[in-house]
């Protein structure tokens, strides 16, 4: 141990009794380690604040030392405390000037009954919000129904567009790349039973009636179901909401329903789409790996998987963009006008998103469990 480590130890004092005596550097440089803070700290648990100190054996004392010291006594001074000038002139500094205490982490039982009550209000509130959200989508759309030539149809066309046309080279990708995996993975088993022609059976159910919806609706959650958060977040952050109102143009109307009917409509074809690329992965990777022809799956593939299957995932898809459109207007009509709220709007609509559709999607597995199989 050198010289400059602190440390503390108990002497007998010249008038009689006990007296805690600190050595060594007392200073910022010796102090901000993990190891010696949490050693002086152990050290001076073993001394109660109301002892008496004599500190004169300190090798060098700055603010941080005088500070564990003044807050280990409790911000009071003890009995008796033997030090040099500058050392008290300094301990009368911190005392003067204490920092102020950070408040206590422990929370009580009323406090976390509030927090818990808080909470649960929060979670009503946006449940609300989304049901009021959801009654005017369809009041707008009876309303379009009514007088179909006062609709949005330049907001619903380029929304079509970005949504769904601009959307197809990712999707594809992404669906080949996982049609390759799974054909190659399944592959390897079906090898080991001599079952290689079932492959059909196994890439055509699996990705027609779920994993072709299911990842097409989380690259539209992640990609489109983000972007109506955030064109409808710096609307509000720019007021132009506040405009709409002002002017009487109905919010609903006119930013929720155009893009809520655009997810309806784009989110079946992507589907499809992205099961398409899906299954050429599949059968290329099946080709290559166990010799299963293109013309065997075109063959194969209309016995192996009812037509009830493809429209079982063009419905769902219908619902998994409704949810999307509807949870990423929610959360931006949510943002409150500061670009942290922004953020974070954006953030809670994509994971939103993804959990409703993979909730949906568990839902529909569990009703239509019988159909097309």
């Not at 149809?153 to 390759?180: C, E, K, M, N």
């Not at 097409?216 to 609307?235: C, D, E, F, N, P």
Request: charged share 15%.
């Amino acid at each position: 141990m050198s010289d400059a480590t602190p440390r503390l130890h108990r002497d007998e004092s010249p008038t009689g009794g006990q007296v805690a005596v600190p050595e060594g550097d007392w200073t910022a440089s010796q102090l901000t380690s993990k190891r010696a803070w949490r050693s002086v700290m152990s050290a001076l648990a073993a001394f109660g604040p109301g002892e008496n100190w004599d500190l004169r054996q300190i090798g060098a004392l700055d603010h941080l030392g005088a500070l564990a010291l003044w807050d280990h006594w409790g911000r009071r001074w003890p009995a008796r405390v033997e030090a040099h000038a500058e050392q008290r002139a300094l301990l009368e500094r911190v005392a003067a000037h204490p920092p102020a205490q950070a408040p206590s982490k422990a929370l009580s039982w009323r406090q976390r009954v509030d927090a818990f009550g808080l909470a649960v209000e929060g979670a009503l509130a946006q449940v609300r919000d989304f049901v009021a959200l959801l009654g005017q989508l369809l009041l707008d759309l009876l309303r379009l129904l009514a007088v179909p030539q006062k609709g949005p149809w330049r907001d619903f066309s380029g929304h079509l567009y970005r949504i769904g046309a601009q959307a197809l080279p990712i999707t594809a990708l992404v669906g080949f790349l996982i049609g390759v995996v799974l054909a190659y993975l399944m592959s390897q088993m079906l090898r080991q039973f001599g079952a290689e022609a079932f492959i059909v059976n196994i890439l055509g159910m699996a990705l027609i009636r779920e994993l072709g919806p299911l990842l097409a609706a989380v690259l539209i959650a992640g990609r489109s179901g983000s972007a109506i958060t955030a064109q409808i977040g710096v609307m509000r952050v720019t007021e132009e909401l506040d405009a709409m109102r002002v002017l009487g143009i109905p919010v609903g109307f006119r930013l929720v329903l155009p893009r809520a009917l655009a997810l309806a409509i784009a989110m079946p074809l992507i589907s499809v789409w992205t099961s398409l690329a899906a299954l050429v992965g599949g059968m290329l990777a099946a080709d290559i790996t166990l010799g299963i022809t293109p013309n065997f799956f075109y063959e194969a593939l209309p016995k192996a998987v009812p037509v009830a299957n493809l429209t079982l995932a063009c419905a769902k898809s219908v619902v998994f963009g409704v949810a999307i459109a509807l949870i990423g207007c929610h959360y931006g009509l949510r943002v409150k006008p500061n670009t942290e709220s922004l953020g974070q709007g954006t953030t809670t609509s994509v994971v939103a998103s993804i959990t409703a559709v993979i909730l949906i999607d568990a839902l529909f597995a569990v009703l239509f469990k019988r159909v097309g199989i």
